[in-house]
């Protein structure tokens, strides 16, 4: 069983940055996409970034420019950089990894609270 755990969260003001991590229990290998998902109090998770084996990043369009998608695979790591931070960006944030050996994986969760 792969564990995933995100660290990082917190209270930030607007405009502010956070840097969020996911550790995965193991070394992830092959075929991969490693992903950031959110969610907001009484809204569906949604997709914020992504980052393949390959190293194509992907964005939600309203954190492109803003957030950065990375990995460390000699550190089996995760993570999300944050910058210009908006109230809108306040939710609990998740890493999921998904393989072609197994998965889809699930973290518990990191809360990001952007508020004055």
């Known amino acids: 069983q792969v564990q995933l755990v995100e660290s990082g969260g917190g209270l930030v003001q607007p405009g502010g940055s956070l840097r969020l991590t996911c550790a995965v229990s193991r070394s992830f290998s092959g075929l991969y996409v490693m992903s950031w998902y959110r969610q907001a109090p009484g809204k569906q998770r949604e997709f914020v970034a992504a980052?393949?084996?390959?190293?194509?990043?992907n964005y939600k369009d309203s954190v492109e420019g803003r957030f950065t998608v990375s990995r460390d695979t000699a550190k089996n790591t995760l993570a999300l950089q944050m910058n210009s931070l908006v109230p809108e960006d306040t939710a609990i944030y998740f890493c999921?990894?998904?393989?072609?050996?197994?998965?889809?994986?699930w973290g518990q969760g990191t809360q990001v609270t952007v508020s004055s």
């Open positions: 999921k990894l998904a393989q072609s050996t197994g998965g889809p994986y």
């Open positions: 980052i393949t084996s390959g190293g194509i990043r």
